[in-house]
């Protein structure tokens, strides 16, 4: 099925036992062939939408809907999104678990039924676009990699699913200049192929030149939502940094 947009619609979720919600009547859209920078203090939010779209839990309240090129606009359960949506966490490497590279990176593929040249064209493909070789390392064991190298072979192994969508969340951390740069590289190359992105980030720089959008969170809510040449980068940056409101105006 062809895919044109993620649309969510009223989105309000609430933990277990808290009463204070996680989430609260967010409604924003995501297309193809974008990049959109989600930014917001600690506890904003941010992990909690990021794993909604992801399908790793459902919401309390609104829809998540699925827009395809025949305007059809079917709504998306938990399961539905798992297939669809990409999600890497900020720790992916501790999920690391193959005995070699190659066997990592190809875990997802396999279980959607990918064998032989397919399967390794798009292993290599996945390792290169995290500026791996190849040849170099599909042999190695992970365990023997550096942080900064797990890092980027659990990229590897989300990127090597195709999926119409990503969300990343704080994909960088931990990462030298090199690995930000590829991951920037990687980000540009996906919009290229025809798939959405969130990133969600506290290194607001690296958004630089290379979002559509930008997308800010308070509080649960949704308070930014804009194109990235209407945000002074700068100022926001400094506002996160000493933990002011997103807005300038704390009461809009």
């Known amino acids: ?6 649309t969510i619609e009223q989105l309000d979720y609430r933990y277990l036992g808290v009463d204070r919600p996680a989430l609260r009547n967010i409604s ?11 930014v917001g203090l600690s506890a904003s939010g941010k992990s909690t939408f990021g794993r909604l779209l992801k399908g790793l839990m459902e919401p309390s309240g609104g829809r998540i809907m699925l827009w395809t090129p025949d305007a059809d ?7 539905d999104r798992l297939k669809l949506v990409g999600w890497v966490g900020p720790h992916p490497e501790v999920q690391i678990f193959a005995e070699s590279v190659y066997e990592e990176t190809a ?6 039924g990918l064998t032989g040249e397919l399967l390794t064209e798009r292993v290599n493909r996945a390792l290169n676009s995290m500026g791996f070789e190849p040849q170099q390392v599909s042999e190695r064991n992970p365990a023997e990699l550096s942080g900064g190298e797990k890092r980027r072979i659990a990229l590897a192994g989300v990127i090597a699913m195709h999926y119409p ?3 990343f969340d704080e994909p960088t951390a931990s990462l030298d200049y090199s690995g930000r740069e590829a991951f920037r590289e990687l980000v540009l190359k996906l919009k290229d192929e025809g798939c959405g992105i969130i990133w969600i980030t506290h290194e607001i720089h690296l958004l630089q030149g290379i979002i559509d959008r930008f997308w800010g969170m308070e509080d649960g809510r949704l308070v930014l939502d804009t194109h990235a040449d209407n945000v002074d980068m700068r100022n926001l940056g400094k506002r996160l940094t000493i933990g002011e409101s997103i807005l300038e105006d704390s009461s809009s």
């Open 1 to 6: 099925m062809d895919v044109e947009k993620l």
């Open 28 to 38: 924003c859209s995501l297309g193809r062939n974008q990049i959109i920078g989600l």
């Open 73 to 79: 606009n079917i709504q998306q359960q938990a399961a």
């Open 107 to 112: 875990y997802g593929p396999v279980n959607q």
């Open 165 to 167: 969508f990503y969300v």
